[in-house]
Each structure stands twice: as C-alpha cells, then as structure tokens.
C-alpha cells in the first residue's frame, strides 16, 4: 500500500522536527510515513480500543456485514468485540515477547512507568523508548494490514466494505436461439 501525502498530513505532529509537519520522509527511492504519523496511528486505534472496552456491553450492537468474494455472504457480527480482539492479536503477532510484555503491562493493564521499570526491571529512558517503538511498529501494521487494516476506523467499522470490490456479473452466452413459448390456447 502508499502512504500519500493528504493522508499523512492530517496526522503528522505540527511541531515534528523530522517531518515539519508534512509527515512524509523523503528516502532515497520512495516517500515513507514519519515515526510522528505511524504514532497517531497507533494512539487512535488505542483510543477506540479504550471505548471499546469501558462501553457499556448493552451498548454494543450487531450488524450485519458483507463478506468479500465471489459469493457474497452476509453475516451478523459485532464489530466492538472483533475490534478489540484483532487490536490485541495483531499486537501479540507483530511485537517480540519483550515488547509484548510491555504493551500488555502498560497499554491493556494500565501500569504507569514506574510500575512497569520495576516489574520488566527497565529504566525509565528504556520504558519510553519501548513504548515509541511499540507504537510505531503497531501504527504502521494496523494502517497496512491486508486485506483489512485496523486504520482508518471508519472504514474498519463500517459495514459495505464489499464496495471496495465491485460486483461483477457473470458473463453469458447470447441465447443463440429463440426462447421457446408454450403454445397459448385459443379461445373457443
Ligand atoms: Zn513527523
């Protein structure tokens, strides 16, 4: 996928000293989003986790949702729940044990810093450094995961996501010959 430049503006930090507020990096061969971008990626998605998780559960509502493919299901399903439950698998899949620990620690049990450098044993500078790293590495692997990433929300959350792949009709043959009729009856 391509990061462009109207998408990463609204993102990026005004006062970035890298991007200076543009959000794009300029390599060598390709654009590549800044590390304030991939952050404000992260810390939306980690937002609506957070309501997700303190919404009232009689709150949360099934919909239905369309399956991409050829057939073209349809399915109930509720989106709050699968919401949390990618954001913390994704988690689980994409961080090393050691950062794990830390996003488990701090982002779903809530422990501040000091709590955390005294049950990981990490200073203060290493737990900050971790925490940049760890969402960094999520922001990008939640905006360009396929088929579906977790970011942008409105797309995650929305039900029509089949209208990213267009119906086709199925090709068929012209009828080479004349439908046949059954013979009326005349009137007596
Ligand atoms: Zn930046």
Redesign the pocket.
């Known amino acids: 996928m391509e990061w462009t430049r109207s998408e990463t503006l609204a993102l ?2 005004a006062d ?8 794009l ?1 300029i390599g060598k061969r390709t654009e590549s989003p ?4 991939l952050r404000e990626v992260f810390r939306t998605c980690y937002r609506r986790f957070r309501y997700c998780v303190a919404k009232e559960k009689s709150m949360t509502k099934t919909s239905l949702q369309f399956t991409p493919g050829t057939d073209r299901r349809r399915a109930w399903g509720r989106k709050d729940e699968e919401y949390m439950a990618d954001f913390v698998l994704v988690a689980r899949r994409e961080l090393a044990p050691k950062e794990y620990r830390v996003f488990n620690y701090h982002f779903l049990l809530g422990a501040g810093w000091a709590l955390c450098s005294k049950k990981l044993e990490i200073d203060r500078g290493n737990f900050y450094h971790m925490i940049y790293r760890i969402e960094q590495k999520l922001g990008r692997v939640f905006r360009e995961l396929e088929p579906y990433g977790l970011f942008p929300l409105e797309e995650y959350f929305s039900s029509t996501v089949e209208t990213a792949r267009p119906f086709v009709a199925p090709q068929t043959a012209a009828p080479d010959r004349l439908p046949v009729h059954p013979p009326l009856r005349r009137a007596a």
């Open positions: 990026a930090s970035c000293a890298t991007c200076h507020g543009l959000g990096v800044c590390n304030c971008v």
